[in-house]
């Protein structure tokens, strides 16, 4: 089995900033793309930031130049720093990571529980 474990939500004012961490744990043999989406009340989720292995990254022109992306493979961890918060970036934020399991061989993506993110204006 494989869990990803978000932390690091929360609620900050118009132009703070959060870091959100998610640990990957399990029958792990590799990781390739790991990514971030946000899901708001009564819209689609959708891609906020993607990274893969040798660490090539990829944002929409929502979050880019504000939101970075990071990972740290020795720890199986990928990072979302987000800085200059909106109010319109309030959302549930899940963690997606493509990971081959162990005893398999299989690669299937795996999605984390969610963390709520609230930016007041």
């Known amino acids: 089995q494989v869990q990803l474990v978000e932390s690091g939500g929360g609620l900050v004012q118009a132009g703070g900033s959060l870091r959100l961490s998610c640990a990957a744990s399990?029958?792990?043999?590799?990781?390739?793309?790991m990514a971030w989406y946000r899901q708001a009340p009564g819209k689609q989720r959708e891609l906020v930031a993607q990274?893969?292995?040798?660490?090539?990254?990829n944002y929409p022109d929502s979050v880019k130049g504000r939101f970075t992306i990071s990972r740290d493979n020795a720890k199986n961890t990928v990072y979302l720093q987000m800085n200059s918060l909106k109010p319109e970036d309030t959302a549930v934020y899940y963690c997606?990571?493509?990971?081959?399991?162990?005893?398999?061989?299989?690669?299937?993506?795996?999605w984390g529980q969610g963390t709520q993110v609230t930016v007041s204006s």
């Open positions: 997606n990571a493509d990971i081959r399991d162990l005893v398999s061989g299989r690669s299937r993506d795996y």
């Open positions: 399990g029958r792990i043999w590799s990781i390739n793309v």
């Open positions: 990274i893969t292995k040798s660490d090539n990254t």
